[in-house]
């Protein structure tokens, strides 16, 4: 295909997909009197709702059985990262293939 035939063919297609998306929009308006909700929603309740329960709090999930907890204010450990190349303990690698 020649180079202005597909650029007129690709203009063609995104013309004919928006008079589509036109032609449904005007198709589908918006109907006013159409309710968004249902009319028991518009009422106030009748009936107060019941009062929620409090949750109980969870009981831990893994129990002490006699050792002292771990108290919480301990900082974690800093990981601090310095350039540079160390070299490894390890024979070097002499086969890499892989299938």
Not at 33 to 54: H, I
Not at 77 to 89: D, E, K, N, Q
Request: glycine share 4%; aromatic share 4%; hydrophobic share 40%.
């Amino acid at each position: 295909m020649r180079p202005i035939a597909l650029r007129l063919a690709a203009l063609a297609t995104t013309l004919f997909v928006f008079a589509g998306s036109v032609d449904y929009a005007a198709s589908h308006v918006k109907n006013v009197s159409a309710p968004l909700q249902p009319p028991v929603a518009d009422r106030p309740s009748a009936t107060p709702a019941p009062a929620q329960p409090t949750p109980t709090p969870l009981p831990p999930l893994v129990t002490q059985r006699g050792r002292t907890p771990v108290p919480t204010g301990t900082p974690a450990p800093r990981l601090t990262i310095a350039p540079g190349v160390r070299l490894a303990t390890l024979a070097p690698l002499t086969f890499t293939h892989t299938s």
